[in-house]
């Protein structure tokens, strides 16, 4: 439990007394009295309106509003109408998503404008922390792109400090057993029902305080996500999915294989057959939904089609180094075409070597 000596708790109705208080004294136009003249909240503050945003010619009109948040101020909720990951889920949505490892907010914000439907920041293989999560994660915001944090490892202490930054959702990796699964859960809840330190007057999760109905619903909107990456977790994948709390299972292919002694090979047949019956499983139990990677032998539309409902196509990493790759190599065909055609031109013709030489 954190406490802080510099913060001087209230109690209920004197906290939201106060910050009543405060809001009328700054925001006045916010809850304007029906029956005056008071300018509109969006009158007010035009930068509340939508506004539709043609980026580039080619891609799909973007409307950008302004970023997710779950306080009281009428005019913030008028002009939202974002809905969480687990909202959409329950909706019978298919998502679509990318893992960001370079921790630039630039790439953040970028696929966010691209249109992903979540964005896992990841902390377990990319080299952030904490202090480089949260600039991504206030760039996702300002697209409205709901944001995943996965933890390094699944532990009490990565779990709170992640959660403090107020992420959509939450990836905990290595999940081999039920067991573990209740502790990742209890990570996430605060006592009576788990163990989770507390600070929620003060951290960005509830608005830095500001969003006094945070207690309340956090439970409900945060996507608490099992990651199974061996085999021994897959075998157990039915009782890791049917644990209370747990929201998502997240399939990790390439440690599932490795752990099965495939490392070299996550397409092998016996990896395929674990991964097939581990989704069987978790789709029978229908306590969770399934989460997985696209990989090079297994494409978004065939885990859509096996039951996947959340995707996740690509790595900001993989795509620049593939972009990057392929923008090299095709100069340098350039160059040995344009060779080829000289000494074509030249009547120099390339002489043929003895197979050995």
């Known amino acids: 439990m954190a406490s802080f000596a510099f913060y001087q708790p209230l109690s209920p109705s004197s906290s939201a007394s106060s910050l009543s208080t405060l809001r009328r004294s700054l925001i006045p136009d916010l809850n304007p009295n029906p029956n005056s003249n008071s300018r509109s909240p969006s009158a007010s503050f035009p930068l509340l309106q939508s506004k539709t945003l043609t980026l580039f010619p080619n891609l799909k009109t973007f409307t950008f509003r302004p970023p997710h948040s779950t306080t009281d101020i009428t005019a913030v909720a008028a002009a939202t109408s974002h809905q969480s990951l687990k909202s959409r889920l329950k909706n019978g949505e298919a998502l679509y998503g990318i893992f960001l490892l370079t921790f630039s907010p630039t790439i953040a914000e970028i696929a966010g404008l691209a249109g992903y439907d979540f964005a896992v920041v990841d902390m377990e293989h990319g080299h952030g922390g904490i202090s480089d999560a949260l600039p991504c994660l206030h760039a996702l915001a300002a697209t409205n792109t709901a944001a995943i944090l996965r933890v390094p490892e699944s532990s009490a202490t990565w779990a709170k400090k992640a959660l403090d930054l107020g992420p959509q959702g939450i ?7 039920p067991k573990s ?62 644990v209370d709390g747990v929201d998502c299972i997240q399939m990790g292919p390439l440690d599932l294989s490795a752990s ?26 229908g306590g969770a939904y399934l989460s997985g990677f696209v990989m090079p032998h297994d494409g978004a539309e065939e885990l859509r089609r096996r039951g996947y409902r959340m995707v996740a196509g690509a790595a900001d990493v993989g795509l620049f180094r593939s972009a990057a790759v392929e923008d090299v190599k095709k100069f340098k065909m350039s160059l040995e075409e344009e060779e080829s055609d000289e000494q074509k031109e030249n009547g120099e013709v390339p002489e043929e070597k003895y197979w050995s030489e």
């Open 171 to 177: 990836m905990f990796p290595m999940i081999d057993g």
């Open 181 to 242: 699964a209740r502790k990742a859960v209890s990570y996430c809840r605060f006592p009576p029902n788990g163990v989770r330190g507390s600070a929620h007057t003060i951290v960005r999760a509830s608005a830095y305080g500001i969003n006094e109905g945070y207690l309340s619903n956090y439970e409900e909107e945060l996507l608490i996500m099992c990651q199974v990456e061996s085999e021994d977790g897959a075998k157990k994948i039915e009782e890791i999915a049917s």
């Open 260 to 285: 099965m002694g495939y490392l070299w090979d996550p397409g092998h047949k016996k990896v395929r057959e674990v991964m097939r019956g581990a989704e069987k499983a978790v789709l029978k139990g």
